[in-house]
């Protein structure tokens, strides 16, 4: 299909074959930096469980191979705070790789669930047929996140609808993408213990 206009089974391959080689790819195109936002949304979820004074229940949408929750889990226990994550994604093959992690069940008190869904219909209905995909009650999580998903996805404010149902009154909703690259506002690399911008990288 061209570019932009990729149908479901389109999506579907390029992911099965991205699927085992997706982490590399991510620290390689962000030059590191994915890892930091991933942290990021760790500390989001920590921040929700302090806020509330107990255990949120949480959703990683488009959570691919697991390197989020990876993190959530990590920042979870150093900060002293416990959640239950449940990781969402489309691609089957994306989430068998994040099962194989060690986190893939419980890590000090925090527990792991990933499921196969589709982000722009989580909530259940009677009027549509699941097919096997995840499905959640109205109100179901106190937080929401989304790393490098949502510029994947055809129908955004489908998703944004979805979230806002999903998510509890007083919920929150993180998202963290990567934006069209901006040459005349270039990141930064160290070199031999000097800063260095590379335009051309951007």
Same mark, same amino acid.
């Given at each position: 299909?061209?570019?932009?206009?990729?149908?479901?089974?389109?999506?579907?391959?390029?992911?099965?074959?991205?699927?085992?080689?997706?982490?590399?790819?991510?620290?390689?195109? !962000? $030059?590191?930096?994915?890892?930091?936002?991933?942290?990021?949304?760790?500390?989001? =979820?920590? +921040?929700? #469980?302090? /806020? @509330?004074?107990?255990?949120?229940?949480?959703?990683?949408?488009?959570?691919?191979?697991?390197?989020?929750?990876?993190?959530?889990?990590?920042?979870?226990?150093?900060?002293?705070?416990?959640?239950?994550?449940?990781?969402?994604?489309?691609?089957?093959?994306?989430?068998?790789?994040?099962? !194989? $992690?060690?986190?893939?069940?419980?890590?000090?008190?925090?527990?792991?669930?990933? =499921?196969? +869904?589709? #982000?722009? /219909? @989580?909530?259940?209905?009677?009027?549509?047929?699941?097919?096997?995909?995840?499905?959640?009650?109205?109100?179901?999580?106190?937080?929401?996140?989304?790393?490098?998903?949502?510029?994947?996805?055809?129908?955004?404010?489908?998703?944004?609808?979805?979230?806002?149902?999903?998510?509890?009154?007083?919920?929150?909703?993180?998202?963290?993408?990567?934006?069209?690259?901006?040459?005349?506002?270039? +990141?930064?690399?160290?070199? @031999?213990?000097?800063?260095?911008?590379?335009?051309?990288?951007?």
């Amino acid at each position: 299909g061209a570019v932009g206009k990729l149908d479901l089974h389109e999506v579907e391959a390029v992911y099965d074959k991205e699927a085992r080689h997706y982490d590399l790819k991510h620290h390689f195109t !962000t $030059r590191g930096q994915d890892t930091t936002w991933r942290r990021q949304a760790g500390w989001f =979820v920590a +921040g929700t #469980a302090k /806020r @509330l004074s107990r255990r949120p229940k949480v959703l990683d949408l488009c959570t691919g191979t697991g390197l989020t929750i990876e993190e959530m889990i990590t920042v979870l226990a150093d900060s002293g705070q416990e959640a239950d994550l449940v990781g969402l994604d489309y691609n089957e093959r994306m989430l068998q790789v994040a099962r !194989t $992690r060690p986190n893939g069940k419980a890590h000090n008190g925090t527990t792991v669930e990933y =499921v196969r +869904g589709d #982000a722009m /219909r @989580l909530v259940e209905s009677t009027e549509v047929e699941s097919n096997g995909l995840a499905k959640f009650a109205s109100g179901t999580f106190d937080a929401v996140t989304q790393m490098f998903g949502i510029g994947g996805i055809d129908g955004s404010l489908a998703v944004f609808k979805s979230v806002l149902s999903v998510l509890k009154p007083d919920g929150d909703y993180q998202v963290i993408d990567m934006h069209q690259p901006l040459a005349h506002q270039p +990141g930064e690399v160290p070199v @031999l213990w000097h800063w260095w911008r590379f335009p051309a990288l951007e």
